[in-house]
């Protein structure tokens, strides 16, 4: 089981004035049950390439294959049960009057006896964190960053065995954030899902995924692990992106103290590092 995408090309309205060409010849091979960060500026391609992973999107030329499928072919009926996909703003979709309608709808949709769709729906609810007294409410009375915990559990709630989210945690405050990534965290710990996780905040992909693949004006930039793909700050810079703040300390601490780890990029690492040469921090 695997994601592979083997010279993929998309252009948006071929053909016409408004041609646009967003991914050109990208390719990457996600192995199951890999956590992989998806980090690049404002139209470099990354929601792109990731409607490609169930086939929302075909491909203008090259492949994508997914678990074994193809996704140039017609049907796609199984692999949209497999790849979840969680858009950017997906509390924009709600529609049911209740939590439970609104996360029970895939299912009733896969035919699901109702019985296995009510104790799925509370599974999928108490892995984004909400109990039983939501079922009844409805999403509109609920807090932004809660809408959106619905909005993901009825993703959640088809038990995908790949998981993609679009930056799940824009626009909400640093707790909410933290909550919706600490059950992304957990469900890829517990049930050994893929995760893809897109995101424009190298402090989350590094303290988040082992992978990060940096996406620039429609191609893969890098591809490595976090700390690997950090060392290269001036080129990140270049392309509009940064290495997490604390790891330009750690790098300026490098000139003056050659043998610290710079390789860092959590402030608790940090703590621990500079503490190992000035014993006094605590
Ligand atoms: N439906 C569309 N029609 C035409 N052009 C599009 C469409 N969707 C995206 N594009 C263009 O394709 C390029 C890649 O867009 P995409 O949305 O994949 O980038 P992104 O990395 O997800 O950006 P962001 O960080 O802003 O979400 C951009 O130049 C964008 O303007
Ligand atoms: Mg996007």
Do not use: C
């Not at 049960?81 to 439970?100: D, I, K």
């Not at 038990?159 to 993609?164: E, G, M, R, T, W």
């Not at 893809?196 to 004006?217: C, F, G, P, Q, Y």
């Amino acid at each position: 089981m695997s994601i592979i995408v083997e010279g993929l090309y998309h252009i948006y309205m071929k053909g016409s004035p408004f041609e646009k060409v967003a991914l050109k010849d990208v390719n990457m091979r996600i192995d199951d049950g890999e956590f992989v960060g998806i980090i690049g500026h404002t139209g470099s391609g990354k929601s792109t390439l990731v409607q490609h992973f169930n086939g929302l999107l075909k491909p203008s030329a090259g492949k994508v294959i997914i678990n074994g499928t193809d996704t140039s072919e017609k049907n796609l009926k199984e692999l949209r049960r497999q790849v979840g996909l969680v858009f950017q703003y997906p509390e924009h979709q709600l529609f049911e009057e209740t939590v439970y309608k609104e996360v029970a709808f895939g299912l009733v949709k896969q035919g699901m006896e109702e019985d296995r769709i009510k104790d799925r729906v509370r599974w999928a609810l108490g892995m984004v964190g909400l109990g039983e007294e939501y079922l009844e409410k409805s999403p509109f009375e609920l807090s932004g960053g809660q809408k959106r915990r619905v909005a993901i559990a009825g993703v959640i709630a088809l038990k995908p065995s790949i998981l993609v989210l679009d930056e799940p945690a824009a626009g909400l405050d640093p707790k909410g954030r933290e909550e919706i990534f600490s059950f992304i965290s957990n469900l890829h710990a517990t049930m050994g899902i893929t995760v893809i996780l897109v995101s424009h905040s190298m402090e989350d992909i590094a303290r988040l995924t082992k992978r990060v693949i940096v996406m620039n004006k429609g191609t893969v930039e890098m591809d490595g692990a976090p700390a690997d793909v950090f060392q290269n700050a001036e080129k990140l810079e270049e392309i509009g992106l940064s290495v997490p703040q604390i790891t330009y300390l750690m790098m300026k601490l490098k000139k003056v103290i050659p043998e610290i780890n710079e390789k860092i990029f959590t402030v608790a690492e940090a703590k621990n590092e500079i503490a190992k040469y000035l014993g006094g921090i605590r």
